[in-house]
């Protein structure tokens, strides 16, 4: 909670809450009972108050959110209550002032958020699962053209890859799924 209101000043420093924060996340890995302390402790809610305040340290709350909620209905309700849409959907736009950090980690920082919205419709229901339904709907459906601008981004990405496969390997058969 310490870097919660300030940056690490030096490498040092940085170092010291990346293995924080991946500690954390090894903790969370597949561990129910585990999810439910740190939930218990608050700690859905440092971490969204550390995604809103955009310090260095919002990549690495995300991913611990994602890791939090992971298959765990009880987290995923606990991060709603916790006014978590609004942090992690302002994340997800790329709104306001990003971090240097956040810039260079975007791909995996992106794979974080859509895990954490996934996770969240497949655990909510009720009240929670319209409340998230709703975040699509706000602004002209500009969220869904998100999305369909990443995967945009990422299918291009995945065609040149295997572009480039295919003329480095030019003795390999198809595969039977590309017949």
């Not at 978590?84 to 794979?111: D, P, Y």
Request: hydrophobic letters at 35%.
């Amino acid at each position: 909670a310490g870097y919660r209101k300030r940056d690490p000043d030096s490498l040092d420093e940085v170092e010291f809450v990346e293995n924080l924060f991946n500690c954390i996340c090894s903790t969370l890995t597949n561990n129910k009972s585990e999810q439910d302390s740190f939930a218990a402790a608050d700690g859905l809610q440092l971490m969204v108050t550390m995604v809103r305040k955009k310090r260095y340290t919002l990549a690495a709350a995300l991913k611990v959110l994602n890791y939090a909620i992971l298959n765990s209905p009880a987290n995923c309700q606990k991060l709603i209550d916790a006014s978590g849409l609004k942090a992690v959907f302002k994340a997800f736009m790329g709104r306001g002032k990003t971090s240097k950090k956040l810039k260079k980690e975007l791909e995996a920082t992106e794979e974080h958020i859509l895990i954490i919205i996934v996770q969240l419709f497949t655990n909510l229901s009720d009240i929670r699962y319209l409340r998230l339904l709703n975040k699509f709907r706000e602004n002209g459906y500009e969220k869904i053209e998100r999305l369909v601008e990443l995967h945009e981004k990422y299918f291009a990405r995945l065609e040149a890859s295997e572009k480039e496969w295919k003329d480095s390997h030019p003795d390999q058969e198809e595969d039977e799924d590309e017949r």
